[in-house]
């Protein structure tokens, strides 16, 4: 079976500044997806990020960007230029190609400082 | 377009009473899922229906947890009769397939059972 592990139950950083949250992930596919949710307090959970594990280059939206690193089982996200609003529970995600469901991490707590 | 719809948004009830949740995910999305999100912990999938028929309910407490979507469109999931353990937030999600990269998630019911 499949796990999802964040070692990081808290994470802060300063407004404007850069910060990373660290996943690793347990697979035996080859192909498969990644994805990191957002879930603000009290609200729903939207879809920040997805990495395709065929493609090489590491996905990029906006302010967002991943590492993924197949051979090590790693998927990080990064946060450029922290804003308030990017406060949040951040959940990385693992889907196969073959199945629906998404398995996903424990999460981490994001506080933006001002 | 509007998102998945879930309600109640919050429910209180004593162990051993029943419970429905209610799901209507957006229109056209074939497949749908419950997950169940204990606090502190990411969501944990309960059942996956592709239209009106089940095709993953491995992780779902069959002795107490039953769930139907009659005519492939909105969902109820029960909990007859409730545990202390059950209470967390219940999570519905659609997509447009199976195979789909995102699901849309909604608000999410939190169960308290005392």
């Known amino acids: 079976a499949q796990t999802v592990t964040q070692s990081q139950p808290e994470m802060s950083v300063q407004e404007a500044e850069t910060v990373t949250l660290s996943c690793t992930y347990d697979t035996s596919e080859s192909d498969y997806y990644l994805f990191w949710y957002k879930q603000p307090p009290s609200r729903q959970m939207i879809l920040v990020i997805r990495q395709e594990a065929y493609k090489q280059q590491n996905a990029t939206e906006n302010r967002f960007s991943v590492n993924f690193q197949k051979a090590a089982k790693s998927f990080s996200l990064k946060i450029s230029d922290s804003q308030l609003g990017d406060a949040a529970m951040y959940f990385c995600a693992y889907r196969g190609t073959n199945a629906g469901k998404s398995t996903f991490g424990d999460g981490t707590t994001l506080t933006v400082k001002p | 377009e509007a998102g998945v719809a879930q309600s109640p948004r919050y429910k209180i009830i004593e162990k051993r009473q029943s419970v429905a949740f209610w799901c209507n995910p957006i229109s056209g999305h074939a497949t749908l899922y419950w997950y169940q999100q204990i606090l502190g912990q990411g969501p944990k999938l309960l059942i996956q229906?592709?239209?009106?028929?089940?095709?993953?309910d491995s992780q779902l407490p069959k002795d107490r947890f039953s769930a139907e979507r009659l005519k492939g469109v909105d969902s109820t999931l029960k909990i007859q009769p409730a545990k202390l353990e059950d209470s967390a937030v219940y999570l519905c999600a659609s997509s447009w397939y199976r195979n789909s990269y995102e699901q849309y998630f909604g608000p999410g019911t939190r169960l308290t059972v005392t």
């Open positions: 229906f592709q239209n009106n028929g089940v095709v993953d």
